[in-house]
């Protein structure tokens, strides 16, 4: 449930909400944390395809987002500097995973022992699971900056502006982005309907 100062649409933080966040009041950060948990677990779902790994990247977000408030600028929409923080800590996740890859690889060689993997799990319910399951894996067969611009654009609903801002990149270059990210999505699932 979204408490009375939290807007998410304009968007903005009242200056009066502001302030209680970076007081670190917690009935505030309980009301911030409910109106922008969804979207940020969906994004980091789609950019991981990991139902697990989502929810744990999502809990860093808003921890990152409590230790960083005194950062966010009056006046500023609230979502792009959340997908700033959920882009950033999702990148670090993978360089931290890259090292413990290494690491296992080497234990796997010397011990001798496999590595199991987490099985993945669906988010929401859909008319077709199959159809679900063929959109992930196509996404997450697009490179990575594909993959996120795409989302921020179809599922997330954000400006082309935004995109570029999130992902520190020309506007023009956040356009090719998706417009390559749905031309590979259109061949990768050609059978699967209504791809816009």
Known sequence: MVGADVTPEPDILTPELLARLTAGEEAAWYDFVSAYEGRMYAYLYRLEGNAEDALDLTQEVFYRAWRSI???????????????????TQIESHRRKQLQR???EEAREDVGFEVTSAARS??????SADAQDRVQRALMRLPEEYREAVVLRFVEDLPYDEIAQIQGVAVGTAKSRVFRAKEQLAELLADVADVH
């Open 102 to 104: 290494f690491s296992l």
């Open 70 to 88: 005194r950062t966010f600028r009056e006046g500023e929409r609230v979502l792009p500097w959340l997908y700033q923080v959920a882009r950033n």
């Open 122 to 127: 669906p988010v929401q319910a859909a008319e």
